[in-house]
């Protein structure tokens, strides 16, 4: 495996994720493992250079890191910036590449606000405005591959899949703007863009979302001997996931993809119109927000795993690995429970009791340790994901690293956590 003379600009910028007590940024999500996938701890790197961009400092840090990143971070090939990408000038400073290098070439936009309860003014500007000024300059210095990550933020239907041509409902505000950024980017004249749209993501030293709070909460009802119930009845909810190691693959397959093709041989391969899912005034009040009924068009890519997981399915695998069992509350227990706001905090009271049982009976102690057992509303709330990832496979040639969704996969995830001590070891 040779080396290429790619040079690239990680943004990751993020602000708090939506979980637990506690918030993370980019380095929390996917830049990590896009980092070590670029430039890896053995091997030969796939990368001349990258720069990693985020608004937090790692050294000393300030976020959790994970074990394995801290270790990339020290190859000669990678740069960390920490910069507040709020300011355009300073996003206009990243793209100054150091003396003696040739100018970024792939820039991966895994930026945004992917907190649920996050007003429509933070996301405005913390989702839509950073990511339109970074293509933005990315487009005016001609940026060969500019790849952004859109997370599930959707309620998709619950009958098959969806391709890339169904145009699902974004989800609660969070999903609206998150979507509008997509319509923004997709505007922006000679932006050589592609859409990789993911499913739930899972992955070692990823601490956030709903997988990791499912693999976490398992583990107290191993530990309590107890079965791990929902409020939700059984049904045939799609929960498609998808593993952390083919968000970076498929992220470095697209890039390349688009570097052979350019935006408009791109568009006509692989081309998806962005429908508007809006209020028409916000038009006139959000700048670079196109008209309601332009038409946008823009390579966008599905990426989940095999597994054609259901809510189910991923409740029974991630409960197996801890001993204990997924099972449904009856007509009668979930009467107790009218409205599931009603139940997040006396649920939470086990979860987390039992939880920092776990923490305190670990040998060694745990001392300190970035995962917790706490489920908000929208971890609590039974959502659908459901896509098809034929296009991918067949339009970019990506085949999946990580195909299905299994015990083995969760435990290598569980037994990395135990070997940084943020997992106790019981």
Known sequence: MLTLAVHVLLICFTSALFCYYFT?????????????????????????HVRIVDKY??????????????????????????????????????????????P?????????????????????NTTCKISRSLALEAAKRKVK????????????????????????????????????????????????????????????????GYITTAITVASVYGWMK?????????????????????????????????????????DSVAGTEIFFHNDKN???????????????????????????????SVGQTVTSIFGTTFEFFNIGERTLFKFVDDAVEEIN???????????QASNPPITNTTLSAYMDKWDLDKHTVAFNNNKIKQVVGYQLKRPEFNQQVLKEIVDKWREEHCWPNL
């Open 226 to 266: 107890k079965p791990m119930k929902t409020l939700h009845s059984p049904g045939k909810h799609a929960t498609n996931t998808v593993h952390v190691d083919d968000v970076a693959g498929a992220l470095w397959a697209c890039a390349n993809w688009m570097a052979l093709l350019g935006r408009k041989e791109a």
């Open 145 to 208: 591959a500019y790849i952004r990550l859109q997370l599930p933020f959707y309620e998709t239907s619950g009958k098959g899949t969806h391709d890339e041509k169904d145009d699902p409902q974004p989800e609660g505000t969070i999903g609206t703007w998150w979507h509008e950024t997509l319509r923004m980017l997709s505007a922006i004249e000679d932006l050589n863009l592609v859409i990789l749209r993911v499913g739930l993501t899972y992955g070692p030293y990823i601490e956030y």
């Open 282 to 312: 916000k038009v006139s009040e959000v700048e670079g927000m196109p008209p309601h009924n332009q038409k946008l068009v823009a390579p966008l890519f599905n990426l989940v795993d095999d597994s054609n997981n259901t809510y189910l």
């Open 104 to 124: 970024y070439e792939y820039v991966f936009d895994l930026t945004g606000e992917v907190r649920h309860d996050r007003t429509e003014m933070i996301q405005i």
């Open 57 to 102: 400092s790692v050294a000393p840090p300030t976020t959790y890191l994970g074990s394995e990143f801290t270790k990339v971070l020290e190859k000669p090939e990678v740069e960390y910036k920490q910069a507040n990408l709020t300011v355009p000038s300073i996003i206009t400073s990243m793209y100054d590449s150091p003396e003696g290098q040739a």
């Open 349 to 359: 009271e086990h979860h987390v009791g039992g939880w920092t049982e776990m923490i």
């Open 24 to 48: 993370t940024g980019g380095l929390n999500t996917f830049s990590r493992a896009l980092a070590a996938f670029l430039v890896p701890l053995e091997g030969e790197s796939l990368v001349s």
